[in-house]
């Protein structure tokens, strides 16, 4: 097969061969990416039509019990001034971002010990009953299943777990000995198991990373069939082991997006800030490669600059009314909308 042969059997099966995932991902030229794009917008287009779906972000602390190589709020990192928000700080954003039209809010922080798995259901439900029509989404890491379905309880609809890497040996190279692939994938099973719409995901270009590891991600993904896929070029952090690591490409992220929209039509796929950092149309970019999704920032304009996970994050220094006109603007530059929705999986909610 070439490139193009590969697109159309990858756009027809939603599969290719290892070895021929692996070529397309390494060889294709930009003509040919081109057409890669097209598919991907078309496949897009079929189950979403032009609509954009937004998610408000709440990084609602920046303290973590882990020590991941990559990630610049990890514990080893004594320069990172830390931060929690209360439940108040968490309502006035949801308040904010319901204004603005927001009916997902995503939590995301470090694995914090202090938010306890009570505390967690507190917030939860403390969001829910304020917002009863939107959907509340977590990401703070590995916890048992109990847990997870407290928080299901508890009103949480959605969970996003990124894998970072399906290959251990891999794995082993971005994470602690403490941490395994094997544990975090089968947080990712039983959350699915619990009625959660999930996403995991990968960064691009993480330091070690082969053709091979991306190709494996993306067998693991076709298999595990998540909601949503969370993608973007990894990024080093001054204040890391991985300082002098050469980040991801904006290429090589705006490849993957369409891959993985021809892999898994129905998937959300968000432009991510990653990709809006390492290239100031980054995002748009990757709307017009088949995302669907894009996840801005409703974190107090105070503690912004803090939620560091790499250098140079933008959207650290506006206030959250100004980034809705940003979105909008860079939404509708694409020739894509703006859908005020929970912006559910149409596999879920049956559209
Ligand atoms: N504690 C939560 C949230 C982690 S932050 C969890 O464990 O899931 C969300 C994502 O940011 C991570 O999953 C990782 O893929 C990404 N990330 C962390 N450091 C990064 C870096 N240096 N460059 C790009 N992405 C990074």
């Known amino acids: 097969m070439n490139n193009l042969e590969r697109i159309e059997e990858l756009r027809r099966t939603t599969k290719l061969p290892h070895e021929d995932m692996a070529a397309l991902i390494s060889t294709i030229s930009d003509e040919e990416a081109k057409v890669l794009y097209k598919n991907a917008r078309e496949v897009r287009e079929k189950y979403y039509g032009k609509d954009v779906y937004l998610r408000g972000l709440i990084e609602f602390t920046n303290n973590c019990k882990n020590n991941c190589y990559y990630c610049g709020i990890r514990r080893g990192n004594e320069k990172a001034e830390r931060y929690r928000l209360s439940l108040d700080d968490i309502l006035a954003c949801c308040k904010t971002g319901y204004e603005m039209g927001y009916r997902t809010f995503v939590l995301q922080g470090g694995e914090d010990p202090y938010f306890t798995d009570e505390r967690m259901a507190e917030i939860v439900r403390a969001i829910k009953e304020k917002y009863p029509d939107c959907a509340i989404t977590l990401s703070v890491g590995e916890k048992e299943k109990e847990t997870y379905a407290l928080w299901k309880e ?198």
């Open 154 to 351: 508890a009103g949480a609809d959605r969970y996003l777990l990124r894998h970072e890497t399906i290959n251990p040996a891999h794995y082993s190279k971005l994470h602690p000995a403490e941490l395994s692939i094997a544990h975090r994938v089968q947080c990712l099973y039983d959350l699915h198991d619990l009625g959660y719409q999930v996403g995991c995901g990968m960064m691009i270009g993480s330091p070690y990373q082969t053709i091979d590891n991306l190709v494996e991600d993306i067998e693991f993904m076709h298999g595990f069939q998540p909601e949503m896929a969370g993608i973007g070029p990894f990024i080093p952090h001054k204040d890391t082991p991985f300082r002098d690591q050469p980040a991801g490409t904006l290429k090589d992220t705006l490849h993957l997006l369409a891959i993985l929209r021809l892999s898994m039509p129905q998937v959300l796929l968000p432009a991510t800030t990653a990709l809006g950092t390492i290239h100031p149309q980054g995002r748009e970019m990757g709307l017009l490669a088949g995302a669907n999704v894009i996840m801005p920032n409703l974190s107090p304009t105070g503690v912004r600059d803090k939620y560091m996970l790499y250098n140079g994050k933008i959207c650290t220094d506006e206030s959250a009314s100004l980034c809705a006109n940003c979105m909008e603007r860079r939404v509708s530059s694409t020739g894509y909308q703006i859908k005020v929705s929970r912006g559910d999986c149409v596999k879920v909610s049956g559209n």
